[in-house]
């Protein structure tokens, strides 16, 4: 924490790290942009890192972790300016410390080879307060959101006149490291702490605040006994927030970190207990449409009970087949206004009707739920069955790799919005130098969206581009492939919503990432 967000420097660990404790480190990079690198497949490392670093859109700064390097490429990233990063080196690279902007860190020894000592204690004053790892997550965002305001009153007026009022929710004495932050992070000079005009009048601006109470502990209950509960606390609490409250009397950091809204609603809002309608509204699970199980009303009403909440009028679900699935909510459609060819010209009528149902899956833009995910399996068993026959013949000598093809295409479409075709041809060609099997695989309403349909649809029938079936999602047909034959994923989405069934780890480990960059396609790890 004290290298990576309060100083704001570089790590580089060595020997090798596996990814899933090196994504741990994430927690503590608020305020950028993750970039996922594996070295080996780049043949211009420093090139990419320097294109990016002049051509990215992001408000935020990008953070590289970047694995599997050799000492020769540690050198070049090291000699990139203005770079945050985190390096997992796969030799022995200490020879190459050079003063402080990279902390060398030695996995076998368990030792920093080049770290200053400094105070630790507001550090361990926030991990030991912090009941669980969200509740650490959120305070170091609610930092780094002071850390803006104060940014943003310096650059307005260059006075500090009003910084203690933006720091006052930490103790005096962590005040200078949470400036020093700001300094680093948005290279400033901020003003020493002796410059600023603290009151210790207690009829100051306190007053207004000692009565106010700290909810903590009941937010954590609240949230962190049951998951899929949690959750739609959490939204809402904003949805609350949206449609109850004055935005204007909220502290930016109430408006976004949910810990500081609960606290803001029970002082002012909820000053006798949570409403008996908002706990009514909350067991109904309307917002993430999740179906309570039997296990999980006996948590929620293990929160009612913890916190002396009245228990609501409602009906327990005593269905136990329809466990851990998501009720699905109804949709509306617009008519979809087209010219509907004739039938005598079967082959139009054909595709229109497909460009139909597509049209129809993309406007319903349904939820992922058990009945989906059962489709997905049942429709991705015949897939595998095929691929099966047509790869047994080869062995276990080449990889293959599903491609979330319309996810790639995303990021190189031509002027008019279209994806293009010839880029499945650079793709393809990338991996065949690669020596990988590989099968393209696109939404099923996306064919519609290319720039020459005459084309894709030729690669379609030729069976070298795959349409994921109707009814299941491109991103979910993709993973089950892989899954199920043992390969790998070529995609840069990183699948957030299907980690309860893959596993994160399992995810990262299948993952391929890749770049179009001036129109070449490129792999970013393997």
């Given at each position: 924490?004290?290298i990576?967000?309060?100083q704001q420097k ?9 990814l899933?404790?090196?994504h741990?480190?994430?927690i ?21 890192l320097?294109f990016?670093?002049?051509n990215?859109?992001?408000q935020?700064p990008?953070?590289y972790f970047?694995?599997?390097?050799d000492?020769?490429k ?13 390096l997992?080196?796969?030799e ?15 996995k076998k ?21 912090s ?13 780094k ?13 260059n006075s500090?006149?009003?910084l203690?009022?933006l720091?006052?929710d930490f ?5 200078k490291?949470?400036?020093d932050?700001?300094g680093y992070y948005?290279?400033i ?12 009048d207690p009829q ?6 000692e009565n ?5 502990d009941?937010?954590?209950?609240l949230?962190s006994t ?5 959750k739609?606390f959490i ?7 949206s449609?109850?409250?004055?935005s ?15 606290n ?10 949570i409403?008996d309608t908002f706990?009514?509204e909350w067991?109904?699970m309307k ?5 309570l199980?039997?296990a999980d009303?006996d ?7 913890k ?9 327990r679900n005593e269905?136990?087949s329809?466990?851990n ?10 008519p979809?206004k087209t010219?509907m060819?004739s039938?005598?010209?079967f082959a ?9 149902l597509g049209e129809?899956?993309s ?6 739920t058990?009945?989906k995910i059962s489709?997905a ?6 897939t595998t069955?095929?691929?099966?026959k047509?790869?047994?013949?080869k062995g ?16 190189d479409r031509?002027e008019?919005?279209?994806l ?9 060609k ?15 309403n996306?064919?519609h969206?290319f720039?020459d349909?005459i084309q ?6 030729e069976?070298?581009?795959k ?13 089950e ?12 989405d990183?699948f957030?919503?299907h980690?309860d069934?893959?596993?994160q780890?399992?995810v990262y ?7 179009f ?5 490129i792999?970013?790890s393997?």
């Amino acid at each position: 924490m004290n290298i990576l967000f309060f100083q704001q420097k570089n790590v580089i660990i060595f020997p090798y790290v596996d990814l899933k404790h090196l994504h741990s480190l994430e927690i503590f990079t608020a305020g950028h942009n993750i970039v996922d690198l594996e070295s080996t497949a780049l043949h211009d490392l420093k090139g990419l890192l320097e294109f990016e670093s002049t051509n990215t859109y992001s408000q935020s700064p990008s953070l590289y972790f970047i694995y599997n390097l050799d000492k020769s490429k540690v050198k070049e990233v090291m000699s990139l300016e203005n770079i945050r990063c985190i390096l997992n080196a796969s030799e022995n690279v200490s020879e190459l410390v050079n003063g402080s902007r990279f902390i060398f860190y030695n996995k076998k020894s368990n030792q920093f080879l080049n770290l200053d000592e400094s105070d630790l204690s507001f550090e361990e004053f926030l991990i030991t307060s912090s009941a669980n790892k969200e509740v650490l997550q959120d305070t170091i965002h609610k930092i780094k959101v002071i850390s803006s305001r104060i940014f943003a009153e310096l650059n307005q007026d260059n006075s500090s006149n009003t910084l203690p009022q933006l720091l006052k929710d930490f103790d005096k004495k962590y005040w200078k490291k949470i400036l020093d932050f700001t300094g680093y992070y948005f290279d400033i000079d901020v003003p020493d702490l002796s410059q600023l005009q603290i009151c210790d009048d207690p009829q100051g601006d306190k007053k207004v605040d000692e009565n106010l109470q700290d909810f903590s502990d009941e937010y954590t209950i609240l949230v962190s006994t049951n998951r899929n509960i949690g959750k739609e606390f959490i939204q809402l609490l904003h949805d609350y927030r949206s449609k109850k409250v004055n935005s204007s009397h909220l502290a930016l950091e109430q408006l976004f970190n949910p810990l500081e809204l609960y606290n803001y609603l029970r002082n002012h809002h909820w000053k006798e207990n949570i409403p008996d309608t908002f706990i009514k509204e909350w067991s109904e699970m309307k917002l993430s449409q999740y179906k309570l199980t039997e296990a999980d009303w006996d948590d929620f009403e293990s929160i009612l009970s913890k916190l002396q909440l009245h228990k609501p009028i409602y009906q327990r679900n005593e269905d136990k087949s329809i466990n851990n699935t998501k009720s699905e909510p109804v949709h509306s459609i617009s008519p979809i206004k087209t010219n509907m060819p004739s039938i005598k010209d079967f082959a139009k009528y054909k595709v229109w009707i497909m460009d139909m149902l597509g049209e129809i899956e993309s406007n319903l833009k349904l939820p992922l739920t058990a009945k989906k995910i059962s489709r997905a399996t049942k429709v991705t068993h015949s897939t595998t069955q095929e691929l099966n026959k047509k790869y047994s013949g080869k062995g276990k000598t080449q990889l293959l790799v599903f491609i979330d093809t319309t996810n790639i295409l995303n990021e190189d479409r031509d002027e008019n919005d279209n994806l293009k075709v010839e880029n499945i041809i650079k793709i393809s060609k990338e991996l065949e130098s690669k020596g990988y099997d590989y099968e393209h695989i696109i939404d099923a309403n996306s064919r519609h969206r290319f720039d020459d349909k005459i084309q894709i649809d030729k690669l379609i029938n030729e069976g070298k581009v795959k349409q994921s079936p109707y009814g299941v999602e491109a991103d979910l047909y993709v993973l089950e492939c892989a899954n199920r034959l043992d390969g790998k994923i070529v995609s840069n989405d990183a699948f957030r919503d299907h980690w309860d069934k893959y596993g994160q780890s399992w995810v990262y480990n299948h993952r391929i990432a890749c770049k179009f960059m001036r129109g070449e396609f490129i792999i970013l790890s393997t």
